[in-house]
Nanobody, 124 residues
């Protein structure tokens, strides 16, 4: 069984930066399509970014491109999300997720394994 544990969340002011991490255990990260999702209270969970653990191909919505960077550290079996120029609209619980690396995508239904989440709060 794959276990995902997020860390790195916190409170920052608008314009600040945070780096989130997701430690993968129970299997190697290279076997999976890895992704970050986020969910604000009362809103639907939305995809932030994904990366193919084998090919390292990445994707994220255009609205986030340039501010967020997803990466993997294979030596540490860790997924990272570097966030810069944060805005209050980025406030949410951020979740790490793992799914099959075949047809890696950012669809919610593709991911079967989830972390517990880490809170990011951006104040104005």
């Amino acid at each position: 069984q794959v276990k995902l544990v997020e860390s790195g969340g916190g409170s920052v002011q608008a314009g600040g930066s945070l780096t989130l991490s997701c430690k993968v255990s129970g299997d190697t990260i290279r076997r999976y399509c890895m992704a970050w999702f986020r969910q604000a209270p009362g809103k639907e969970r939305e995809g932030v970014a994904r990366i193919d653990g084998s090919t390292f191909a990445t994707y994220m919505p255009g609205s986030l491109e340039g501010r967020f960077t997803i990466s993997v550290d294979n030596a540490k079996d860790t997924l990272n999300l570097q966030m810069s120029s944060l805005k209050p609209g980025d406030t949410a619980m951020y979740y790490c997720a793992a799914g099959s690396n075949e047809f890696c995508n950012l669809s919610l239904q593709h991911f079967r394994n989830w972390g517990q989440g880490t809170q990011v709060t951006v104040s104005s």
